[in-house]
T-cell receptor, first 112, second 114 residues
Framework: DAKTTQPPSMDCAEGRAANLPCNHS???????VYWYRQIHSQGPQYIIH???NNETNEMASLIITEDRKSSTLILPHATLRDTAVYYC?????????????FGTGTLLAVQP | DTEVTQTPKHLVMGMTNKKSLKCEQH?????MYWYKQKAKKPPELMFV???????INESVPSRFSPECPNSSLLNLHLHALQPEDSALYLC?????????????FGPGTRLTVT
């Protein structure tokens, strides 16, 4: 699996968009970008994933650069409840030996 | 119902005790996972079950013994643990191994070994 690099921490003002970057310069053509988050003392929560097109769901948007070497998770209107560690994971979709490998992630602190 | 439940929420056990952690899901998922998470670290995979059969054991010490008695239930039996085994133990599930990148996690059991 390709390695990902994320900043260790970021701040965002409540109500503003939070843009979380992820570098994955060694990503292969069949690897997807997945985002999870973990709110303090809870289990991780799946957010979104994509291959090369931008994706949007009720939680967030995922923007993947044309060369697929980096991506940005966008929370359009951050709230205090979005304070969490956000993990960017690059994985082949499917496969029999499925292992999610979490990196160190980005701690997003949403400030009032 | 998109919930994975775990019991107990907290567990304190001595090094000579035997205890079990329980995980349950009713989403019809056929892949279930155990992760271990130490403080301020990311989750680390321990075991994967697919269709009630052990698929992956990440070289976990034998003092941790998983069991999947049916498609909805996953247990982790604990015996002769060490203080360094204190951690948050997370259970997760996915539809199958093939869709295992979208995993639903439970809230975890916080284990303290004294």
């Amino acid at each position: 699996d390709a390695k990902t690099t994320q900043p260790p921490s970021m701040d965002c003002a409540e109500g503003r968009a939070a843009n979380l970057p992820c570098n994955h310069s060694t990503i292969s053509g069949n690897e997807y970008v997945y985002w999870y988050r973990q709110i303090h003392s809870q289990g991780p929560q799946y957010i979104i994933h994509g291959l090369k097109n931008n994706e949007t769901n009720e939680m967030a948007s995922l923007i993947i650069t044309e060369d697929r070497k980096s991506s940005t998770l966008i929370l359009p209107h951050a709230t205090l409840r979005d304070t969490a560690v956000y993990y960017c994971i690059v994985r082949v979709e499917g496969g029999a030996t499925n292992k999610l490998i979490f990196g160190t992630g980005t701690l997003l602190a949403v400030q009032p | 119902d998109t919930e994975v439940t775990q019991t107990p929420k907290h567990l304190v056990m001595g090094m000579t005790n035997k205890k079990s952690l329980k995980c349950e899901q009713h989403m019809g998922h056929r892949a279930m996972y155990w992760y271990k998470q130490k403080a301020k670290k990311p989750p680390e995979l321990m075991f994967v079950y697919s269709y009630e059969k052990l698929s992956i054991n990440e070289s976990v010490p034998s003092r941790f013994s998983p069991e999947c008695p049916n498609s909805s239930l996953l247990n982790l039996h604990l015996h002769a643990l060490q203080p360094e085994d204190s951690a948050l133990y997370l259970c997760a599930s996915s539809q199958t191994l093939g869709t295992g990148n979208e995993q639903y996690f439970g809230p975890g059991t916080r284990l303290t070994v004294t």
